[in-house]
């Protein structure tokens, strides 16, 4: 593929760091898209408020009050413009990406839609294949318990066995550092 002198190349990690679960759909923040696409948010929303006929709902909608309350309260900070929101943002799911590349129509815009697009679809093939090996030996699992159940003795290995398989397909999340001051208990 032969790239434009203005195309970026955005790391995968970038990208999936700005997807985000809202309303049940993974969707992008407009201001993480105006970064992305190397505009100003105010920019990107008029874009699209000129068009909003290309928009359905379920390509973009905006987030609510409540839902912005929400959402900011996960990230645990006082201060709404740390994390770049004053006002509820609009919300775009993959296809709504597709279309803000049309809408701005840049180089940069087609380029990193290309790019999240791709993302996108990584993420949907990484859950299809990994959803069925879970089933998979979630079914394996049952049989074998069934057969154990009737006379052999290594229940318990199968059983540590799945565990040990799950924990691989379910990675635990690292524990979060803490932040704040120690108190020292001298006096």
């Given at each position: 593929?032969?790239?434009?002198?203005?195309?970026?190349?955005?790391?995968?990690?970038?990208?999936?760091?700005?997807?985000?679960?809202?309303?049940?759909k993974?969707?992008?923040?407009?201001?993480?898209?105006?970064?992305?696409?190397?505009?100003?948010?105010?920019?990107?929303?008029?874009?699209?408020?000129?068009?909003?006929?290309?928009?359905?709902?379920d390509?973009?909608?905006?987030m609510?009050?409540k839902?912005?309350?929400?959402?900011r309260?996960?990230?645990?900070t006082?201060?709404?413009?740390?994390?770049?929101l004053?006002?509820?943002?609009?919300?775009?799911s993959?296809?709504?990406?597709a279309m803000?590349?049309c809408?701005?129509n840049?180089?940069?815009?087609?380029?990193?839609?290309?790019?999240?697009?791709r993302?996108?679809?990584r993420?949907r093939?990484?859950?299809l294949?990994?959803?069925?090996?879970?089933?998979?030996?979630?079914?394996?699992?049952?049989?074998?318990l069934?057969?154990?159940?009737r006379?052999?003795?290594?229940?318990?290995?199968?059983?540590?066995?799945?565990?040990?398989?799950k924990?691989?397909?379910n990675?635990?999340?690292?524990?979060?550092t803490?932040?704040g001051?120690?108190l020292?208990?001298?006096?």
């Amino acid at each position: 593929m032969k790239k434009t002198k203005n195309q970026l190349m955005i790391a995968d990690d970038k990208i999936i760091n700005k997807i985000f679960l809202i309303r049940g759909k993974k969707v992008m923040l407009d201001r993480d898209l105006a970064e992305l696409y190397g505009v100003e948010t105010k920019v990107l929303k008029q874009a699209v408020r000129r068009n909003l006929d290309r928009f359905p709902e379920d390509f973009m909608f905006e987030m609510t009050i409540k839902e912005l309350n929400n959402w900011r309260s996960q990230f645990v900070t006082s201060n709404s413009t740390r994390i770049g929101l004053r006002y509820p943002p609009f919300c775009f799911s993959e296809q709504g990406v597709a279309m803000l590349s049309c809408v701005l129509n840049s180089e940069q815009a087609i380029g990193v839609s290309i790019q999240i697009m791709r993302v996108f679809t990584r993420m949907r093939e990484y859950l299809l294949t990994h959803g069925d090996i879970l089933l998979k030996l979630e079914k394996i699992e049952k049989e074998l318990l069934k057969q154990d159940r009737r006379g052999s003795k290594h229940e318990e290995e199968i059983g540590m066995l799945f565990e040990a398989l799950k924990e691989l397909m379910n990675p635990p999340q690292p524990p979060r550092t803490q932040i704040g001051f120690k108190l020292s208990n001298k006096g």
